[in-house]
């Protein structure tokens, strides 16, 4: 890696343990991550990152953030105030610090912040501990506000970084945001750094002795994950099965509304107003198999809010230009409430807006127990079932295009919510999903999972033919009825019933 140059006169000196934080910390993407197993020196470095930066430029100002504010006086802070020198603060309050050549720290916790509390931030760059905690909106969103802070005396403009560290989760948002498996190693702007709690021995071996043999006798899965750094094991998954070698298929070389006999296309579509918007388009084949084949997916920004006109007017055109008519579209059903939710308009529907605009859409079950079970059944590989994709034998029945990445990633990032057993301590999962991560696109697949059209039509056991009796019936029948073998008397044949005497009238 190339390295930059040091800030002009340094009063202190920051000394990287590993090659890998030095790398961290001199490094000129816009965007970065510092990824691996405990300690490894992921937080010092970010800390040592920020203090340059400030040092270099007098008057800037920077974020230090982390999700909850527990966590971040009791470990961040904490590995601050080890990195600073104390002469270099001068003043120092509940969540602004003021360092001694004016520059200015902010620290955030991210659990009571939203978009409008950081619409007015005007900062230079931000540094996020433990990543894996905030949600993506709230990394974009921070992105959004580096590089607004200016000053006249300045001789060039402050660079405008974003940086992170984190610990191992999995393929979660950041795995695909930063990890060159997915963006590969040249992207412009992002820089993913690695290593695994090892890389950080002989450092630690000095501060705390009999540390990492500590770490050595731990169980494998354990080590796989926080010493290792291993991104493969992700406890807690909701769709384990799911494998983009198997799932995914290349819409530039196979395209089923072409190779295959397709019966049906319906669209799957799912609300935001600062949140995505997000429409999928579905086509089933003749034997059953399913294919996702086309993602709408926008989000409104700060500077700009998406009308609903404009989503209906890309959504419409997305329908009319697919291969195949779409029969209808199945929404949330909660866009069907009447509300003021959201709009400045009269007590009215999101549903009513869009219908207004030329959309028209029916209510989806959102029932999201069963289509977490569906979607397993409609990703499970029978061995016995000839891939339409491959034409090899061992084939899912739903296949999802390679033009809907959000859809992709947000199916492998679900996973169940974690809790703590009160009694043993242990870590344990729910069976309700995690909040907080992204799912504007998969909740439309849900409503897919929980329709009808992909399951086959099942026909109930019909009743037996009731037998009866051959008999000829002896007794004497009941003048006005029918028994076991006649016809039953006509209305106007009511006069032939036995008369019912009426009670005596009541004297006035």
């Excluded at 340059?52 to 904490?78: C, H």
């Excluded at 086509?283 to 059953?288: D, H, K, P, Q, R």
């Excluded at 009731?466 to 029918?482: D, L, Q």
């Amino acid at each position: 890696m190339k390295r930059g140059p040091k800030p002009r006169n340094p009063q202190i000196e920051f000394k990287p343990a590993n090659p890998v934080q030095h790398d961290f910390i001199w490094n000129f993407k816009r965007e970065s991550i510092f990824d691996g197993g405990i300690g490894n020196g992921k937080t010092t470095g970010g800390v040592m990152r920020l203090l340059i930066l400030a040092q270099e430029f007098p008057g800037s100002r920077w974020v230090i953030a982390r999700q909850t504010y527990k966590d971040l006086m009791n470990t961040t802070r904490k590995t601050f105030d080890k990195v600073c020198p104390s002469a270099w603060i001068k003043r120092d309050v509940k969540e602004s610090m003021t360092l001694v050549n004016g520059s200015e720290i902010l620290w955030f916790h991210l659990d009571e912040m939203d978009e409008g509390t950081l619409r007015g931030l005007e900062i230079n760059g931000a540094f996020i501990s433990q990543a894996e905690e905030i949600a993506p909106e709230m990394w974009e969103f921070l992105d959004s506000r580096i590089g607004r802070w200016y000053l006249p005396e300045w001789e060039e403009a402050c660079p405008a970084y974003i940086w992170g560290d984190c610990n191992p989760n999995g393929h979660d948002w950041i795995y695909f945001r930063f990890h060159p498996d997915v963006i590969g190693y040249d992207y412009p702007t992002r820089a993913y750094f690695f290593g695994s709690t090892l890389i950080n021995q002989e450092l630690l071996a000095k501060v705390s002795p009999g540390y990492v043999d500590s770490l050595m006798r731990k169980p494998d899965a354990w080590k796989r994950r926080w010493l290792y750094g291993s991104r493969e094991i992700f406890e807690g998954q909701i769709h384990p099965d799911f494998k983009r070698e198997i799932h995914v298929y290349n819409a530039d070389v196979f395209d089923p509304m072409e190779q295959l006999n397709i019966k049906s296309c319906w669209g799957w579509f799912d609300y935001g107003l600062s949140a995505p918007t997000c429409l999928l388009l579905s086509a089933s084949s003749s034997g059953n198999f399913h294919f996702i084949t086309s993602e709408y997916y926008r989000q409104s920004s700060p500077a700009r809010t998406i009308t609903i006109h404009e989503h209906s007017s890309a959504i419409n055109k997305l329908m009319r230009d697919n291969r195949y008519s779409v029969r209808g579209v199945y929404a949330d059903p909660s866009i069907f409430f009447e509300s003021t939710r959201d709009r400045r308009t009269a007590v009215t529907t999101v549903a009513q807006e869009y219908r207004e605009c030329g959309l028209y859409m029916m209510k989806a079950d959102n029932n999201e127990t069963a289509s977490i079970a569906n979607l397993q059944e409609l990703f499970h590989v029978h061995p016995d079932l000839a891939n339409p994709v491959t034409r090899k034998m061992g084939s899912p029945r739903l296949f999802i295009s390679s033009r809907c990445p959000n859809l992709i990633e947000q199916i492998q990032t679900q996973r169940h919510a974690e809790v703590r057993n009160p009694l043993t301590g242990e870590r344990e999962f729910t069976e309700d999903r995690a909040a907080g991560i992204p799912d504007h696109a998969y909740d439309p697949l849900r409503y897919f999972a929980n329709s009808s059209v992909w399951q086959p039509v099942q026909l109930r056991d019909q009743p037996p033919i009731p037998s009866y009796r051959t008999k000829p019936v002896t007794e004497k029948p009941v003048k006005g009825y029918a028994t076991p073998g006649q016809q039953p008397r006509r209305s106007h044949q009511w006069r032939d019933l036995p008369q019912v005497p009426m009670p005596p009238r009541v004297q006035q």
